[in-house]
């Protein structure tokens, strides 16, 4: 667990920084758009987020060594840095179409896939690390087919607003609306994540795994705000 949050850390940041925040200007604008409109700026906010989210898979397999030696003070987790960049892209088509999910208003969508990645997830980590002995490879290969499987799934679903070709003008909007988002969103970032740096730095990597788990455990009750939270966006901006 102490590998996994420290790689978590490195893609969370990574993240914020990529997709400029774009999804945050689609329940801005969701509502003042219509019919073919509407379509055009939610290919322009999905091909800026995918590509950016891609790009940075790319760049991190470039530096795999490099980004397992400053996390691990050694090269041979690279190859789990690639499979984490792998599952950090699957789970931003996840992540863009639960978006904009709820801005239409299907909720129960969005909580069926929610459900079926974590049994999917669930089924296999059980499968990889207690019958294959994988360890914590079988856990980043339990998230990767998971992810895998739902993102399938949704371009499939939704292959009307897959498009890499992005309208400038609806970028441009997008962009002056979410990209000052991205100091706060970069702010809980540090938040959230430097003290699994901190612990790794002054204490130890398994001590980085208890806390992890820990974390995650009373983060059971921030979901009900979380999703009060997120249902309640579009309703402000309709």
Known sequence: YGIIDLITVIYAFAGVISGMEITQSIPKFYSEYKDQDLKTFLRTCIGFYLLSSFSIFLIFTAFSCTISYFLFSSNSYYSLIILAGANFFLTRIFVVFVVILRNM???????????????????????????????????????????????????????ELISFSINKKYLNL???????????????????????????????????????????????????????????????YN
């Open 105 to 159: 208003g299907k909720a129960i969508n969005i909580s069926i896939l929610s459900i079926i990645s974590s049994v999917i997830t669930l089924t296999l980590t059980i499968l990889f690390v207690l019958k294959f002995r994988l360890g914590v490879w079988g856990i980043f290969y339990a998230n990767c087919i998971s992810s895998l499987t739902v993102s399938i799934f949704l371009l499939v679903k939704y292959k």
């Open 174 to 236: 997008a962009l002056k609306f979410s990209s000052p988002l991205i100091f706060s969103s970069l702010s809980m970032a540090i938040l959230n994540y430097t003290d699994r740096l901190v612990i790794d730095k002054f204490v130890s990597l398994s001590s980085v795994g208890i806390f992890g788990v820990a974390y995650r455990i009373s983060s059971v009750v921030n979901l009900i705000l979380y999703g009060f939270s997120t249902a309640l966006v579009p309703l402000i």
